[in-house]
């Protein structure tokens, strides 16, 4: 556990557990629980390889980091850290009055309701050190708004700031979405940020880290209008990074999230949706987990467009080990209308506990290979565990694992339920495997799978299909068969479970085991 020992109220406080000892368990497979230490606070306890947490009262606050590894053990570590009285001064500014050159150790206030047009650099926090901009009054939030063009960011920072923290400002331009003179609105780099409880408004970027910070945490912001948002809510780049609690309702043409090059990244409790489609066919993601080691995905809301891991396109001379999601734990998310997919090199990834419905399509999608132009990736290391996947429709699936052969792909304790499904049509099944055999898998074991409305005769009571040619008949796997498949882990499927599944039920217990999301 890493936390700084002594800060000012509302500043971020981060803290991450890579390094811990996991005992039996391991990163990926174990629960990592903090609890800051502030009860009845906003996000006092979080899961995750880091977090991040700010305290808005002084005093001293004991962080509890509690590892609990599947067999049960449990391991807890302590550490204080001290929030000191905030003797800074106070600087307020009411609306008409000019921003003022930002100062180190000074609270500046914006006055509610006003509105400041900017068009260079006025948010400018370069080598600054412990500095808090908010607002006082009673009405709406105080307004930036961004008048010039391309100005490369309408709060910048450097490498040498910290202790920053802006809350409670709406950010807006004078353009409309797809302009070309729309800007980022926050710059981060430097170290120990915090972004609380913002608004954003006609921006290419809401948030832009390729200033590599470190120590950033990005919570309860919003972008709440589907046509303001041209680029990404966040892309994000640096290292022990949180985002949590923000709200977006669309990105016209980006994903509304994406990590591009980070370590030690949580993502919980957000809300991410889709409302434009690209070329009127499909949503681009609402989150792209790209390139990254060590991300914990937890408990999100995703509407219209796929959670993705793994990275799409690079330099094909680098080496794809710098170029890949590494060590990803995707838990307790809820996506509606949409998939999970699994790109190659994701590697170390764990999908536990989320409830997925994706009308007329595959829950999850793994493409499992990427051979050629330089390329040679794979997905290696995947737990699909406890999960489920709930529809209505009469086309889908759990899983379909396309292009090509995946490595160590293990199916425990999931549930798929659609009591709609025609079997066989447009190669609905339980999994569709388009390879020759089964080798991705090394266990499939104790899945539920829900009863369907009817069989296509000509499946011959196939209710999978493993093979490369699709439509053959040879290649529809019933109930019996499947029991027999050789799985690369040796031995076959075994314990899964056939019956009738309620409509909203994600969790059945059978046969002595539970299987399907908490949720």
């Known amino acids: 556990m890493t936390t700084?020992?002594?800060?000012?109220?509302?500043?971020?406080?981060?803290?991450?557990?890579?390094?811990?000892?996991?005992?039996?368990g391991t990163d990926i497979n174990s629960t990592i629980a903090w609890d800051f230490g502030d009860?009845?606070?906003?996000?006092?306890?979080?899961?995750?390889?880091?977090?991040?947490?700010?305290?808005?009262?002084?005093?001293t606050y004991t962080i509890t980091l509690a590892i609990t590894t599947p067999d049960g053990y449990v391991g807890v570590s302590t550490q204080t850290v001290t929030v000191g009285n905030d003797n800074r001064p106070t600087v307020e500014i009411a609306a008409g009055q000019s921003l003022p050159t930002f100062q180190s150790n000074t609270?500046?206030?914006?006055?509610?309701?006003?509105?400041?047009?900017?068009?260079?650099?006025?948010?400018?926090f370069a080598g600054l050190q412990h500095v808090y901009l908010g607002s006082y009054g009673n009405g709406s939030q105080p307004v930036i708004k961004y008048i010039g063009k391309n100005l490369n960011?309408?709060?910048?920072?450097?490498?040498?700031?910290?202790?920053?923290?802006?809350?409670?400002?709406?950010?807006?331009?004078?353009?409309?979405?797809?302009?070309?003179?729309?800007?980022?609105?926050?710059?981060?780099?430097g170290n120990d940020l915090a972004f609380i409880g913002n608004t954003f408004l006609n921006i290419q970027d809401d948030f832009n880290l390729n200033g590599i910070p470190s120590n950033v945490l990005i919570q309860d912001n919003s972008s709440p209008n589907a046509n303001d948002l041209d680029g990404y809510f966040a892309w994000v780049q640096g290292s022990d990074i949180a985002v949590i609690g923000n709200s977006v309702a669309n990105s016209i043409d980006q994903a509304d999230f994406r990590i591009g090059g980070a370590n030690d990244v949580l993502v919980a409790d957000n809300n991410f949706a889709k409302t434009t489609m690209i070329g009127g066919v499909t949503y681009k993601n609402c989150m792209s987990i790209q390139w990254v080691n060590y991300a914990y995905v937890i408990g999100n809301t995703l509407t219209n467009g796929p959670l993705m891991v793994g990275p799409i396109g690079t330099d094909a001379s680098q080496d794809p080990t710098d170029a890949s999601a590494m060590n990803v734990v995707v838990d307790s998310n809820t996506l509606t209308s949409e998939s999970l997919d699994i790109n190659p090199e994701a590697i170390n990834t764990m999908v536990r506990n989320n409830v997925i419905n994706n009308p007329n399509a595959f829950g999850i999608y793994i493409n499992a290979t990427e051979i050629g132009g330089g390329y040679n990736w794979v997905v290696q290391n995947l737990w699909i565990e406890n999960n489920t996947v709930a529809e209505t429709t009469e086309d889908g699936g759990f899983l379909q694992i396309d292009e090509g052969e995946a490595e160590n792909v293990v199916v425990d304790n999931n549930v798929f339920s659609d009591s709609n499904l025609t079997m066989g049509d447009n190669e609905s099944a339980y999994?569709?495997?388009?390879?020759?055999?089964?080798?991705?898998?090394?266990?499939?074991?104790?899945?539920?799978?829900g009863a369907y409305s009817q069989i296509y005769s000509w499946n011959q009571g196939g209710v999978f299909y493993v093979g490369s040619s699709p439509g053959l008949q040879a290649?529809?796997?019933?109930?019996?068969?499947?029991?027999?498949?050789?799985?690369?882990?040796?031995?076959?499927?075994?314990?899964?479970?056939?019956?009738?599944?309620?409509?909203?039920?994600?969790?059945?217990?059978?046969?002595?085991?539970?299987?399907?999301?908490?949720?």
Request: hydrophobic share 30%; net charge negative.
């Open 4 to 24: 700084p020992s002594t800060v000012l109220p509302m500043e971020s406080v981060n803290v991450q557990a890579v390094n811990s000892t996991f005992g039996s």
């Open 39 to 59: 009860p009845g606070s906003e996000y006092n306890d979080l899961n995750g390889f880091n977090a991040a947490h700010v305290y808005a009262n002084p005093g």
């Open 107 to 124: 609270r500046y206030l914006l006055q509610d309701g006003g509105t400041w047009d900017v068009d260079n650099s006025d948010l400018n």
């Open 153 to 189: 960011g309408m709060v910048t920072f450097s490498s040498d700031a910290s202790g920053i923290t802006i809350q409670g400002l709406t950010f807006d331009s004078k353009y409309t979405s797809d302009d070309s003179g729309q800007d980022d609105a926050i710059q981060p780099s």
């Open 431 to 449: 999994i569709v495997d388009t390879n020759n055999d089964v080798s991705s898998f090394s266990q499939i074991q104790n899945n539920v799978w």
């Open 475 to 519: 290649d529809w796997v019933t109930p019996a068969q499947w029991e027999k498949e050789s799985l690369s882990g040796g031995g076959s499927p075994t314990g899964d479970v056939y019956q009738s599944i309620p409509d909203g039920t994600y969790q059945v217990s059978v046969d002595g085991f539970t299987a399907g999301s908490s949720l």
